[in-house]
T-cell receptor
Framework: DAKTTQPNSMESNEEEPVHLPCNHSTISGTDYIHWYRQLPSQGPEYVIHGLTSNVNNRMASLAIAEDRKSSTLILHRATLRDAAVYYCILRDVWNNDMRFGAGTRLTVKP | GAVVSQHPSRVICKSGTSVKIECRSLDFQATTMFWYRQFPKKSLMLMATSNEGSKATYEQGVEKDKFLINHASLTLSTLTVTSAHPEDSSFYIC????????????????FGPGTRLTVT
């Protein structure tokens, strides 16, 4: 799997938008961009994924750069429950496994 | 959405004993299951991948005789930590993937809630 680079940590204020960046300069044409998050002592939770176009769902938005070498996960209004480690993962559509990097630890301040 | 369960959620065992952790896909058939281990403040590390009815494929550095994986049905995989030692204490997480076309594009993976193993 191609490698991703994320900031170790970020802070946000409650009810403000949060933009979590991810760089993936070696992405291939068949790599999907996945975002998961993990709350303390829980398994990872799916957030969103995309291939080329921007994506929106009830949890977040995913903005993908035109060259696909970077993406940004957008939480429109952060809540205290959004405090978690966010993982950006590339996975080839035919590849069998999903490997996690270090992720970004998001802290949300009240 | 698809649900993956793990049992037990927490287990404490004595050094030298074996512990079995179950992973079940509750509402879909998991053609492939994955086992991860996570140490405090660290990311998830893939231990092994198993396809139903086949032997598991272990990642480099993971002892297959110590971490026995059985994927006997499309809804159940088990991880047995044999002769556990304190250094095996960790958070073990399973993940299940349906067949290509199930769920999200690319055969999405769904994660269990994890099992915290403490070896005394």
């Amino acid at each position: 799997d191609a490698k991703t680079t994320q900031p170790n940590s970020m802070e946000s204020n409650e009810e403000e938008p949060v933009h979590l960046p991810c760089n993936h300069s070696t992405i291939s044409g068949t790599d999907y961009i996945h975002w998961y998050r993990q709350l303390p002592s829980q398994g990872p939770e799916y957030v969103i994924h995309g291939l080329t176009s921007n994506v929106n769902n009830r949890m977040a938005s995913l903005a993908i750069a035109e060259d696909r070498k970077s993406s940004t996960l957008i939480l429109h209004r952060a809540t205290l429950r959004d405090a978690a480690v966010y993982y950006c993962i590339l996975r080839d559509v035919w590849n069998n496994d999903m490997r996690f990097g270090a992720g970004t630890r998001l802290t949300v301040k009240p | 959405g698809a649900v993956v369960s793990q049992h037990p959620s927490r287990v404490i065992c004595k050094s030298g004993t074996s512990v079995k952790i179950e992973c079940r896909s509750l509402d879909f058939q998991a053609t492939t299951m994955f086992w991860y281990r996570q140490f405090p403040k660290k990311s998830l590390m893939l231990m092994a991948t198993s396809n139903e009815g086949s032997k598991a494929t272990y990642e480099q550095g993971v002892e297959k005789d110590k971490f026995l994986i059985n994927h006997a049905s499309l809804t159940l995989s088990t991880l047995t930590v044999t002769s556990a030692h304190p250094e095996d204490s960790s958070f073990y997480i399973c993940s299940a993937r349906g067949s290509i076309g199930f769920g999200l594009a690319g055969g999405e993976q769904y994660f269990g809630p994890g099992t915290r193993l403490t070896v005394t």
